[in-house]
């Protein structure tokens, strides 16, 4: 019994010292499994960033796309007589005032890529514009004009019976501008 009693405390130490080291593997263990969490955690909001990123440049690039195919698609639905409003907003040109507004008809049509705009006041013809459709909207210029007087018209379409846009009427000494709301006839 003597002899039992040494033994039973050597073997009770043997396995208390195998305990501590297990316990000190087990830390080690959950100390590198919450580093390597830290670390997933980390990716995971690297990834997401640059998931959000390219999400971004995506809807730019699709929006810029939609700008151009709506340009396109509604070109043909641009033909027609629309009743357009024009008010002066900026003036440096004699017998012009900043408020003047005009009231004109005019009718599209399209020969190929080029739009023909064909200006009335009244039932008298005033003028015509050609143009061409951009990734910005219709682009028109007036060539019947004299030579030294440019009339240019920006349009863009806001929906199938509405456009807004501006002219510009540059002379050698002076330029007017109008704003233009166009709804269809």
Not at 17 to 26: Q, T, V
Not at 89 to 108: L, M, N, P, R, Y
Not at 133 to 149: E, I, P
Request: net charge neutral.
């Amino acid at each position: 019994m003597k002899l039992l009693q040494p033994l039973i405390l050597f073997a009770f130490l043997l396995c208390s010292c195998g305990l501590s080291e297990r316990e000190k593997a087990m830390k080690n263990k959950e100390t590198e499994l919450n580093d390597r969490q830290q670390a997933l955690v980390l990716w995971e909001q690297q990834l997401t960033q640059k998931e959000n990123t390219l999400k971004d440049r995506e809807h730019r690039l699709d929006s810029t796309k939609r700008e151009i195919d709506s340009v396109v698609i509604h070109g043909p639905s641009v033909i027609g007589k629309w009743q357009i409003k024009m008010q002066c907003v900026e003036t440096s040109c004699a017998g012009s005032a900043i408020g003047d507004v005009k009231t004109e008809q005019w009718e599209f049509a399209s020969e190929g890529n080029e739009v023909v705009v064909k200006a009335y006041a009244g039932k008298n013809l005033t003028r015509i514009y050609n143009g061409t459709y951009t990734s910005r909207g219709m682009q028109l210029v007036d060539k019947g004009a004299l030579s030294s007087t440019t009339m240019e018209v920006t349009l863009r379409m806001l929906n199938e019976k509405k456009m807004d846009g501006l002219r510009e009427i540059t002379l050698p000494d002076c330029k007017t501008t109008y704003s233009i709301t166009a709804d269809r006839l």
